[in-house]
């Protein structure tokens, strides 16, 4: 079992940053893709990013691409999620998950954890 615990989010102006970082625990998480999704009050959740074990592959949602960088160190069994430039629309529960590859589709996630309220006020 993969134990996901995410930490990082708060309250932040527009225009602000923010990381993200997911830690794991159990069993590790060094060969496995993660992934970075969100999810707003009254809509579905949403891709924001991924990355392969090996941190070579990344995938963005467009709505994130060149404000967010998905990033891991293995060593530490931690992925991160920095985020620049931050928009009101980025508010929402973020959550990390892992998989065996890189994905924007959700349900090709294992593992999740219980997520991290950013809120952007404009």
């Known amino acids: 079992q993969v134990q996901l615990v995410e930490s990082g989010g708060g309250l932040v102006q527009a225009g602000g940053s923010l990381r993200l970082s997911c830690a794991a625990s159990?069993?590790?998480?060094?060969?496995?893709?993660m992934g970075w999704f969100r999810q707003a009050p009254g809509k579905e959740r949403e891709f924001v990013a991924a990355?392969?074990?090996?941190?070579?592959?990344?995938y963005y949602a467009d709505s994130v691409k060149g404000r967010f960088t998905i990033s891991r160190d293995n060593a530490k069994n931690t992925v991160y999620l920095q985020m620049n430039s931050l928009k009101p629309e980025d508010t929402a529960v973020y959550y990390c998950?892992?998989?065996?590859?890189?994905?924007?589709?959700?349900?090709?996630?294992?593992?999740w954890g219980q997520g991290t309220q950013v809120t952007v006020s404009s």
């Open positions: 990355i392969s074990w090996t941190g070579t592959i990344t």
């Open positions: 159990g069993r590790t998480v060094s060969n496995k893709a």
């Open positions: 998950a892992a998989g065996v590859t890189p994905s924007r589709n959700g349900p090709s996630y294992d593992y």
